[in-house]
Protein backbone atom coordinates (compact mmCIF):
# COMPACT_ATOMS: atom_id res chain seq x y z
CA UNK A 1 0.00 0.00 0.00
CA UNK A 2 1.37 3.53 -0.98
CA UNK A 3 0.80 7.10 0.36
CA UNK A 4 -0.95 9.21 -2.37
CA UNK A 5 -1.09 12.95 -1.80
CA UNK A 6 -4.07 13.91 -4.10
CA UNK A 7 -3.50 17.87 -4.94
CA UNK A 8 -6.98 19.62 -6.23
CA UNK A 9 -8.61 22.73 -5.99
CA UNK A 10 -12.02 21.39 -6.16
CA UNK A 11 -13.31 19.80 -3.58
CA UNK A 12 -15.68 17.20 -5.08
CA UNK A 13 -12.98 15.98 -7.36
CA UNK A 14 -10.64 15.33 -4.76
CA UNK A 15 -12.95 13.54 -2.80
CA UNK A 16 -13.81 11.38 -6.06
CA UNK A 17 -9.51 11.26 -6.69
CA UNK A 18 -9.66 9.75 -3.19
CA UNK A 19 -12.19 7.35 -3.35
CA UNK A 20 -10.46 5.94 -6.46
CA UNK A 21 -7.50 5.71 -4.86
CA UNK A 22 -8.64 4.32 -1.62
CA UNK A 23 -10.82 1.74 -3.53
CA UNK A 24 -7.07 0.62 -4.92
CA UNK A 25 -5.98 -0.20 -1.76
CA UNK A 26 -3.73 3.02 -1.24
CA UNK A 27 -3.83 5.44 1.95
CA UNK A 28 -4.04 9.37 0.88
CA UNK A 29 -3.53 12.66 1.82
CA UNK A 30 -5.14 16.35 0.62
CA UNK A 31 -3.62 19.44 -0.32
CA UNK A 32 -6.20 21.92 -1.65
CA UNK A 33 -3.49 23.49 -4.15
CA UNK A 34 -0.20 23.24 -5.35
CA UNK A 35 1.27 25.22 -2.43
CA UNK A 36 -0.25 22.96 0.01
CA UNK A 37 0.66 20.58 -1.12
CA UNK A 38 4.53 21.41 -1.01
CA UNK A 39 3.95 22.20 2.39
CA UNK A 40 3.28 18.38 3.09
CA UNK A 41 6.15 16.73 1.19
CA UNK A 42 8.85 16.70 4.02
CA UNK A 43 6.04 15.74 6.76
CA UNK A 44 3.82 12.98 4.65
CA UNK A 45 6.34 11.59 2.20
CA UNK A 46 4.21 10.16 -0.43
CA UNK A 47 5.09 7.39 -2.55
CA UNK A 48 2.72 8.94 -5.49
CA UNK A 49 1.39 12.50 -6.14
CA UNK A 50 -1.97 13.05 -8.43
CA UNK A 51 -2.55 16.88 -9.07
CA UNK A 52 -4.83 19.31 -11.06
CA UNK A 53 -3.02 22.41 -13.09
CA UNK A 54 -5.73 25.03 -12.65
CA UNK A 55 -5.78 25.94 -9.36
CA UNK A 56 -5.35 29.18 -6.90
CA UNK A 57 -1.99 30.28 -5.04
CA UNK A 58 0.48 27.59 -6.49
CA UNK A 59 -0.86 25.84 -9.84
CA UNK A 60 0.67 22.20 -10.64
CA UNK A 61 2.84 23.32 -13.52
CA UNK A 62 4.03 25.66 -10.97
CA UNK A 63 4.10 22.91 -8.18
CA UNK A 64 6.34 20.65 -10.59
CA UNK A 65 8.52 23.85 -11.19
CA UNK A 66 9.40 24.24 -7.81
CA UNK A 67 9.60 20.23 -7.74
CA UNK A 68 12.30 20.13 -10.41
CA UNK A 69 13.83 23.74 -8.59
CA UNK A 70 14.17 21.44 -5.51
CA UNK A 71 15.74 18.32 -7.13
CA UNK A 72 12.58 16.16 -5.89
CA UNK A 73 11.63 13.62 -8.04
CA UNK A 74 8.58 11.86 -6.82
CA UNK A 75 6.15 10.26 -9.04
CA UNK A 76 3.64 12.75 -10.32
CA UNK A 77 0.02 12.32 -11.67
CA UNK A 78 -1.25 14.96 -13.40
CA UNK A 79 -5.24 14.92 -14.22
CA UNK A 80 -6.31 17.78 -15.21
CA UNK A 81 -9.08 18.73 -17.72
CA UNK A 82 -7.07 20.69 -20.45
CA UNK A 83 -6.51 18.34 -23.56
CA UNK A 84 -3.82 20.13 -25.37
CA UNK A 85 -0.96 18.62 -26.47
CA UNK A 86 1.61 21.51 -25.47
CA UNK A 87 0.12 21.51 -21.59
CA UNK A 88 0.86 17.39 -21.69
CA UNK A 89 4.46 17.79 -23.07
CA UNK A 90 4.99 20.98 -20.54
CA UNK A 91 4.27 18.88 -17.97
CA UNK A 92 6.11 15.80 -18.84
CA UNK A 93 9.33 18.21 -19.50
CA UNK A 94 8.55 19.39 -15.89
CA UNK A 95 8.60 15.34 -14.84
CA UNK A 96 5.27 14.60 -14.52
CA UNK A 97 5.06 10.82 -14.61
CA UNK A 98 1.57 10.14 -16.40
CA UNK A 99 -0.73 12.47 -17.32
CA UNK A 100 -4.93 11.52 -17.16
CA UNK A 101 -7.93 13.86 -18.50
CA UNK A 102 -11.19 14.46 -16.11
CA UNK A 103 -12.79 12.52 -16.30
CA UNK A 104 -10.64 9.58 -16.35
CA UNK A 105 -12.00 5.88 -15.64
CA UNK A 106 -10.53 4.08 -12.71
CA UNK A 107 -8.63 1.61 -15.00
CA UNK A 108 -6.40 4.84 -16.04
CA UNK A 109 -5.96 5.43 -12.79
CA UNK A 110 -4.99 2.07 -11.53
CA UNK A 111 -1.86 2.03 -14.87
CA UNK A 112 -1.48 5.32 -13.44
CA UNK A 113 -0.60 4.32 -10.09
CA UNK A 114 0.79 1.49 -10.70
CA UNK A 115 3.46 2.81 -13.07
CA UNK A 116 4.56 5.61 -10.50
CA UNK A 117 4.95 2.73 -7.53
CA UNK A 118 6.72 0.89 -9.60
CA UNK A 119 8.90 3.69 -10.63
CA UNK A 120 9.17 5.04 -7.19
CA UNK A 121 10.31 1.40 -5.53
CA UNK A 122 12.81 0.94 -8.24
CA UNK A 123 14.14 4.72 -8.09
CA UNK A 124 14.36 4.86 -4.50
CA UNK A 125 12.80 8.10 -4.25
Not at 30 to 59: H, S
Not at 61 to 78: C, G, K, M
Amino acid sequence: MAKVLVIDDSRFQRKWIVKAVQQLGHCTVEAVDGRDGLGMLDAERPECITIDLNMPEMNGLEFLENLQAQNLRPPVIVITADIQKDTREQCRLLGASAFLNKPFKPGELHDALAKCIDLESKDGV
